[in-house]
């Protein structure tokens, strides 16, 4: 039972944290949950410093019962799931990082190369 209510109150406390650009805070926004991500939304939720308080802005009219989006960021699946719970497919936000190593150097690299110094 310690680890379900754990994770309940970690989901609910993660799913409403906002880290404001440039507070070097995090901040709890009750209700901000209610608001699903849209990559196309332009609402804006905007922070204050002094005092410390967000606000939304809609950047269009709504009808009452309309659903208001907001965008969470450009934001991978491995970030969306882990704290917020959902994917999106597809995600362009979504990388693959590989690494291919250089290969190995040309036996005759270091004969090629002296002879065409030599050469001019």
Not at 26 to 34: A, C, K, N, T
């Amino acid at each position: 039972q310690t680890w379900d209510a754990y994770r309940g109150v970690y989901t609910a406390v993660c799913s409403r944290c906002w880290k404001p650009v440039d507070t070097g805070k995090v901040v709890v926004v009750p209700f901000i949950d209610s608001f699903n991500h849209s990559r196309t939304s332009d609402n804006m939720v905007w922070f204050t410093r002094d005092p410390l308080s967000a606000r939304l802005e809609a950047t269009e009219d709504y009808e009452p019962g309309q659903q208001v989006f907001l965008c969470y960021g450009t934001i991978p699946n491995t970030h969306l799931v882990l704290d917020y719970g959902f994917v999106l497919d597809p995600n362009p936000a979504d990388l693959v990082r590989l690494t291919i190593p250089s290969p190995p150097p040309h036996p005759l690299a270091a004969t090629s190369a002296k002879l065409m110094q030599r050469s001019g």
